[in-house]
């Protein structure tokens, strides 16, 4: 069963920057679009970045765009989501997520099938 395990998050100042990073046990990863997720308390689940199977493909929520940049390595099973200029309401634990049925990246949740269990984004002001 594959799992995912995010790693990065922290705690940071305004208009600092932090690298978190997804990484897959799957053989399958070199396939499979990647997604990452946000979530504050009392908040739903939602959209940060996502990434189609082979890197050429990705999508932003507008409120990151700019400051946000996704990637991956298919050697390493690895996603990456870069994060510049971050500011106060970035603060969220962050989620990476896996797609299953289709090689094309999703915006919303219910279009993956893997979870990982979150890391934790401060961002102080």
């Known amino acids: 069963q594959v799992q995912l395990v995010e790693s990065g998050g922290g705690l940071v100042q305004a208009g600092g920057s932090l690298r978190l990073s997804c990484a897959d046990s799957?053989?399958?990863?070199?396939?499979?679009?990647m997604g990452w997720f946000r979530q504050a308390p009392g908040k739903e689940r939602e959209f940060v970045a996502a990434?189609?199977?082979?890197?050429?493909?990705?999508y932003y929520t507008d409120s990151v765009k700019g400051r946000f940049t996704i990637s991956r390595d298919n050697a390493k099973n690895t996603v990456y989501l870069q994060m510049n200029n971050l500011k106060p309401e970035d603060t969220a634990v962050y989620l990476c997520?896996?797609?299953?049925?289709?090689?094309?990246?999703?915006?919303?949740?219910?279009?993956?099938?893997?979870w990982g269990q979150g890391t934790q984004v401060t961002v102080s002001s």
């Open positions: 990434i189609n199977w082979n890197g050429g493909t990705t």
């Open positions: 997520a896996e797609r299953l049925s289709t090689v094309i990246a999703g915006t919303t949740p219910d279009e993956y099938d893997v």
């Open positions: 799957g053989r399958t990863f070199r396939i499979r679009p």
